[in-house]
């Protein structure tokens, strides 16, 4: 019988372009977002077989299709659109942790970044 670990895989710095937000110059100039995950699942240590985890890579692409895709005016939004689909095409994940960082945010002072953290359960 495998042996498994309570684990999880961190990815960080996933960066794409994309037109969320709520202003119209935001709609109309695509920026920058940057999203780490964490994700929860059962880890095999004895095998070394790639079906038996969640391909990151796989995961990376799919974030980015998110983050360029349909527009939200919220990174709330966005965060939980993202959970919502490593969720879905994962199923051995048990929760996930999704940041998105929008360091261009106009929040109308300097700041270095503004970011959004959710974690959600299966």
């Keep these: 019988m495998p042996m498994t670990d309570d684990g999880h895989i961190t ?10 937000g709520v202003l119209a110059s935001e709609r109309a100039h695509p920026q ?6 964490d994700l929860h699942l059962p880890i095999d240590t004895t095998s070394d077989d790639l079906a ?4 990151y890579a796989e995961v990376a692409t ?12 919220l990174i709330e939004t966005l965060a939980g659109r993202i959970a919502d ?3 879905t095409r994962h ?17 109308g002072v300097v700041v270095d970044d503004v970011a959004v953290t959710i974690r959600r359960r299966r």
């Excluded at 990815?11 to 969320?20: N, S």
């Excluded at 038996?52 to 391909?55: E, I, K, M």
């Excluded at 799919?62 to 939200?72: D, H």
């Design 32 to 37: 920058p977002f940057v999203v780490d995950l």
């Design 85 to 87: 689909d490593c969720l």
């Design 62 to 73: 799919r974030v980015i299709a998110v983050i360029e895709g349909e527009p939200v005016n």
């Design 91 to 107: 199923d051995l994940l048990d929760e996930v942790t999704v940041t998105v960082h929008k360091p261009h945010a106009p929040v």
């Design 11 to 20: 990815v960080r710095g996933i960066v794409a372009t994309g037109r969320h």
């Design 52 to 55: 038996r985890t969640v391909n």
